[in-house]
């Protein structure tokens, strides 16, 4: 059974950082590239950033370059994705999806206020 469950988001204020975890099970980690998307309040789910099985090719959408970062620990089965700087326009639900399969996980709130 396909699980991804993600973890770490929260209340933060702006300017601050959160770490979201993606933690997979059931396929094969190591050979899917993965990504993170996320769903503002009321639009459309977008794409944050990709990476691919081994970690040497990754990508970022927009806004999020430079104050994103996607990493994966293959030895956990778990993608990462580090949020610095973070603007009220960043809260959303947070999804991890695998390419492989195209699972997605159950999102994870990110909420970024004063």
């Known amino acids: 059974q396909v699980q991804l469950v993600e973890s770490g988001g929260g209340l933060v204020q702006p300017g601050g950082s959160l770490r979201l975890s993606c933690a997979a099970s059931?396929?094969?980690?190591?050979?899917?590239?993965m990504s993170w998307y996320r769903q503002p309040p009321g639009k459309e789910r977008e794409l944050v950033a990709s990476?691919?099985?081994?970690?040497?090719?990754?990508n970022y959408v927009g806004s999020m370059k430079g104050r994103f970062t996607i990493s994966r620990d293959n030895a956990k089965n778990t993608v990462y994705l580090q949020m610095n700087d973070l603007k009220p326009e960043d809260t959303a639900v947070y999804y991890c999806?695998?390419?492989?399969?195209?699972?997605w996980g159950q999102g994870t709130q990110v909420t970024v206020s004063s």
């Open positions: 990476i691919s099985s081994t970690g040497a090719i990754i």
């Open positions: 059931g396929f094969i980690f190591s050979r899917s590239a």
């Open positions: 999806k695998s390419s492989m399969g195209g699972y």
